[in-house]
């Protein structure tokens, strides 16, 4: 049976320098480990694990991404697929598979940050209850879904993917509604891509991200044990 009380959130790291004090890249410490302590210690304070080759490295970006709830892009035609019963969507049931897909999906081509060991602590988090993730299937298949960090009301999203065509825009879909039916403050991506700023995406300076990150973390918010989404409808048209 796994273990972990999380300590009382303090303003400082007990782990970690201040992300503050990131360097210009964004990198915040070299090495650690990957047990539930460091985990949370990191992720209620806004730094994110992601390797490189074989070193353990922690990030704080500046500026951050972040996906607000009220501003994801959801297209008419995104929202048909939602609503046209193609998908059936889970939260919780596969996320073994989910890392497992976002770590080796076809458009990886063999290189991903979401190595073993890293796949097997995100694991041990997800049994402790900080780690969720939401799934995407096609006729009992596992075609889509994604994946992140919950403390408070503060999620982190690490990684999605898709076998097929709109299951990981689904599941962020999904993802999002969810967040902000229970009550979630900040949904993190960390870093922008093209993609995730024609679903709606944007910057914002690390110190602001880190002001609403520390007040969402202590809030009693919890992932719940099923979606709640309610009818998917299209966003206003943009100017």
């Known amino acids: 049976m796994l273990a972990f009380r999380p300590p009382p ?3 400082r790291p007990r782990f970690f320098p201040r992300p503050e004090a990131a360097d210009a890249e964004g990198l915040v410490a070299l090495g650690g480990k990957l047990t539930p302590e460091w985990l949370w210690d990191a992720y209620s304070h806004g730094i994110f694990a992601w390797p490189v080759e074989d070193v ?33 969507i889970t939260c919780d049931q596969a996320f073994a598979e989910v890392l497992a897909w976002c770590a080796e999906a076809p ?3 063999g290189e991903t940050w979401l190595t ?6 995100m694991l041990r988090f997800h049994r402790l209850g ?4 939401v799934e995407v299937w096609h006729e009992g298949r596992l075609v ?4 992140g960090v919950g403390i408070g009301a503060a999620f982190s999203a690490e990684s999605m993917f898709h076998l097929v065509s709109d299951a990981s ?29 024609r ?7 690390r110190r602001e991200f880190l002001r609403r990150w520390y007040q969402a973390v202590q809030q009693p918010v919890q992932f719940g044990t099923r979606l709640e989404v309610g009818r998917v409808e299209p966003s206003p048209r943009r100017q």
């Open 107 to 109: 458009d990886r081509q």
């Open 199 to 205: 679903m709606g995406a944007r910057e914002i300076r």
């Open 144 to 147: 889509g879904g994604v994946y």
């Open 9 to 11: 959130w303090k303003p």
């Open 130 to 133: 900080f780690a969720h993730s």
């Open 56 to 88: 353990l490295t922690w990030w704080s970006p500046d500026p951050r991404a972040v996906l607000e709830p009220d501003e994801l892009y959801i297209s008419r035609r995104l929202a048909r697929t939602c609503r046209s019963g193609k998908f059936q």
């Open 169 to 197: 825009k689904v599941a962020l879909v999904y993802l999002t509604r969810h967040l902000k039916a229970r009550g979630y403050q900040v949904l993190d991506i960390q870093m922008l891509t093209p993609h995730m700023e």
């Open 116 to 121: 073993p060991w890293l796949q097997q602590a």
